[in-house]
Nanobody, 127 residues
Framework: QLQLVESGGGLVQPGESLTLSCTTSEFDLGHYAIGWFRQAPGKERERVSCISFNGGDTHYANSVKARFTLFRDDAKNTVFLQMNSLKPEDTAVYYC????????????????????WGQGTQVTVSS
């Protein structure tokens, strides 16, 4: 099973920023739409953002719109999630995932729609 690797999580105070990274040495991410999901304790995994295979389209959940920015660097085979103005309710394990059936991220919003996953990185926002 092909796997992604996330990094960049940590403990920050409200209002601070973090940038998460998603990469792999096993396949070319440039052929895939990449989604970022998060899962808080006791809650379902939700998609917070997605970037199309060519980087031309991005989608954000209302809860993170205008605070999170998703972009990709194909030369580094890496997708980045920049998170600004973090809030305690952003606390969760963040996962990146890849799929190619919906390359423009228009329809596939469920975790089950994605084929390859990382192990997750913890983001904790607390004072």
């Amino acid at each position: 099973q092909l796997q992604l690797v996330e990094s960049g999580g940590g403990l920050v105070q409200p209002g601070e920023s973090l940038t998460l990274s998603c990469t792999t040495s096993e396949f070319d991410l440039g052929h895939y739409a990449i989604g970022w999901f998060r899962q808080a304790p006791g809650k379902e995994r939700e998609r917070v953002s997605c970037i199309s295979f060519n980087g031309g389209d991005t989608h954000y959940a209302n809860s993170v719109k205008a605070r999170f920015t998703l972009f990709r660097d194909d030369a580094k085979n890496t997708v980045f999630l920049q998170m600004n103005s973090l809030k305690p309710e952003d606390t969760a394990v963040y996962y990146c995932a890849a799929q190619h059936q919906d390359p423009f991220c228009t329809d596939y919003v469920r975790a089950d729609d994605y084929d390859y996953w990382g192990q997750g990185t913890q983001v904790t926002v607390s004072s």
